[in-house]
């Protein structure tokens, strides 16, 4: 069944979100599937937020034993693939098990450039069994683009991606 997000682009960002928000729980409602169920989630923030690039990165198990973030579901121009623990903005929350919200990557210590047009950044961990399980990394073109609006309701959406995670 084919799906439309209904957004009044015209409203500010906080109203945005909020009517994001349950669109979004009830595509994922009932889906099983966690790529689908990111992938969605991916393509419905980019659409209703207009975000530069949207996307989950997954703590996986790699071929060494050693564990780091790959690549998920994402909408926007390419990515890297992977990312080592501590490592970058992303691997920061994942190490840190919190939010960051970076107003300017380019004074981030350790920012990995994955395109040089990101400026700002907001990255967020989801757990299973108190562990970090993935991360929703969420890059603007413009710096300082992102606030407590968007951690608030990012957060919320995290709430919501722990149950299928």
């Known amino acids: ?20 928000l349950p669109q979004i729980e009830g595509l994922v409602t009932g889906e099983t599937d966690l790529t689908a169920n990111l992938a969605n989630i991916a393509a419905a923030l980019k659409e209703a937020m207009g975000f530069f690039w949207v996307g989950f990165y ?4 790699n071929a060494t034993g050693n564990q780091e973030l790959v690549l998920g579901p994402f909408q926007g121009p390419i990515a890297c693939t992977r990312i080592g623990f501590g490592k970058g903005v992303c691997g920061a929350s994942w190490k840190e098990r919190k939010v960051m919200l970076v107003p300017n990557v380019d004074e981030f210590p350790g920012h990995i450039a994955c395109s040089s047009a990101s400026k700002s950044e907001i990255v967020l961990p989801a757990f299973k069994n108190n562990e970090v399980a993935l991360v929703l990394d969420v890059d603007s073109d413009q710096l300082n683009d992102f606030d407590s609006t968007d951690e608030k309701y990012l957060s919320q959406l995290m709430q919501l991606v722990e149950r299928f995670v």
Do not use: C, G, P, W
Not at 3 to 16: F, G, H, S, V
Not at 58 to 61: G, I, N
């Open 1 to 20: 069944m084919a799906e439309q997000l209904i957004i009044d682009t015209t409203q500010d960002k906080a109203a945005r979100y909020q009517s994001l």
């Open 58 to 61: 997954l703590v996986k198990t």
